[in-house]
């Protein structure tokens, strides 16, 4: 009889657990034991499960990952410089660990608190208490339960003020010898009537296969506003399992985009709760496969107050044997009057092999709401095309432009422009052909 | 340069062009006219190369070449231009990124340097300012939102930057207003030269009286009924159209089945 796929983690936990951060406080082991327990009982979801009915982590979990080890590797400032932002705050983080000898904080302003989780967890735990492990639920997350027992380093950035300058998270991967888990946990807290961008970057050195298993807790109080950016560039081996759980008070705006176009197997999972009068989500994003990569993003928004508005949009390109998963539930609770919830996403499938599940889900208990939803996939313009190949475009480029033109009415409403240029410019990358095959 | 040769044409198993015979030299301009549905816009869009056509019979040669082995891109970059009676719109594809991939292609098939950012502003201000356009059009997605004249207006100016050899104007001066028809008339007569060739889609005079035609044709189902000097146009400003046979067997070509 073979193992559970499980007994790896559970053994690395035992093993380590002692040397995880935070473990001299009680309610830090707590919430760490209450991970493995979880994780344990749930195990790894397969197809069988309604949420993962589209992505199958088989090849994920037919691997085995260890932990990073902790030897430092030799990234230098030449490596990070082309990821990131010329007018960011930036926190880089090498396998998880921060480099503050490659990061960038010497000008962040007195009113944000940019940090690294593993350190917090032993100085200012405090400072954590209220939100870790709170805004994101356990229940039926498999990935989120390993997360929390495992986490060793991630980004505390909590905002109180009014931040002009976006605050960049830079995610590094480097090339092992094996397969390595990073089970990164970031906290995002703006307080209330604060303002700011974070974006986040997610990118490898080297390639290979490793994992990437990021929670991220994302608090907003009373009428405070964030942008919440990220890009997944992941190596074209890499698994990539992100849940970013969202908590919005009365009168808060929060703006997620995120573009996805690395790693072999992805997940993008968003939760959003809206807890307030006035609460307003928008949630935009951008996904392109080629090979056989799979990306899955999946929403869920919980309109749980009356007066909170929703509106998603997301884009997939799909070449070659792609396949892209788009599962958007959107919940009205009972009482949650004058809701306005609005749901899109349209795909290109560029060759027939290709493929595209979308599926939206609304489980809707109030009268007085405006709910709306709409899927489309379908090929490239062919009037369009003729058009500009009429005009001298060779084919690829002009497959290519009508591509970037399609991505970019997204990519369009992220600012600054350094944050939209990282993202176009990614973008541009991949569709040439030449990026996520890392390494550069 | 354009030779076409009892070229017969159909889409989707239907007969549309049946045996056009159709000669223009460097230097000339020629203008078809013919009622609607005669075949005029499949015959634009033949010569640009756009696929869902298939040719069953008959030639097509420019500068002695086989025009019809050619990709779309390839003609364009040979220097033929068509100007759409139904420009396309294009969302989120910038007026300014669109011309300017489309001349530096253009000019890297013809072995010219490509234009830089400045150079191609500059250029493209001088044609702008010869249309009598500002570029708040250049500023927008490629005909999103564009009013009739406006698709037709741009069109224009991607002729004039383009500096096609063999220009084809589907209907270009449909929709334009009278100012606009004038400065259209002068962008196509500034392109006339030696080694240009112009041929105009039309089904109004006004236009041939700015545009002076070297040879006026009839297309009617499908095949070239009756050519003429510039004085065939005023003829049928008269008459109309009823005094062409337009019975798809006129001339005796064999009627092919599938049409009746
Ligand atoms: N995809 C198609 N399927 C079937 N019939 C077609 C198709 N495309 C064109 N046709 C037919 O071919 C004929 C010729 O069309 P075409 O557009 O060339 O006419 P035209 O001479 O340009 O007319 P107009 O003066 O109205 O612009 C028409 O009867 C049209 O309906
Ligand atoms: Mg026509």
Redesign the interface.
Known sequence: MTARPEALYLDDYANRKAALPGGKFSWVANLREEGIARFDALGFATPKHEEWKYTNLKPLVRTDFGAASSTVSDITQDCVAPHLLADAHCLVFVDGHLRPNLSRLVQIPADVRASDLAKLLETEPDLLEPHLGRVAQLDGQAPLALNTALMNGGAVVAVHGQVAEPIQLLFFTTAQDRPVATHLRNLLIAAPGSSATVLETHVSAGGGIYWTNAATEVSCAANSSLSHFKLQAESVDAFHLALTSIHLSAGARYQNFAMSHGARLSRNEIRVALTGEDGECQLNGVFLGRGRQHLDTTTMIDHQHAGSRSDQFYKGVLDDGAHGVFQGKIIVRPGAQRTNAHQLNKNLLLTPTAQMDSKPELEIHADDVKCGHGAAVGDL?A??L??????????T??RQ??I???I??LIANVTPDSARNHFSGSAAEFLDGDSSVAGQ | MLEIRDLHVTVNEKPILNGIDLKVRAGEVHAIMGPNGSGKSTLAHVLAGRDGYAVGKGSVEFDGRDLLALSPEERAWEGIFLAFQYPVELPGVGGMNFLKSALNAVRAHRGQPEFDAVEFLRLVRTKLKQLKMDDALLKRAVNVGFSGGEKKRNEVLQMAVLEPRLALLDETDSGLDIDALRVVADGINSLRSPDRAVVMITHYQRLLDLVVPDQVHVLAAGRIAQSGGKELALALEESGYGGIDTTVGAAGAPTPSAAI
């Not at chain 1, 003729?386 to 084919?395: P, V």
């Open positions: 313009d009037e369009g003729f058009y500009l190949r009429a005009r001298g475009l060779d084919e480029s002009a432009m009508m970037a033109a399609f970019d009415e």
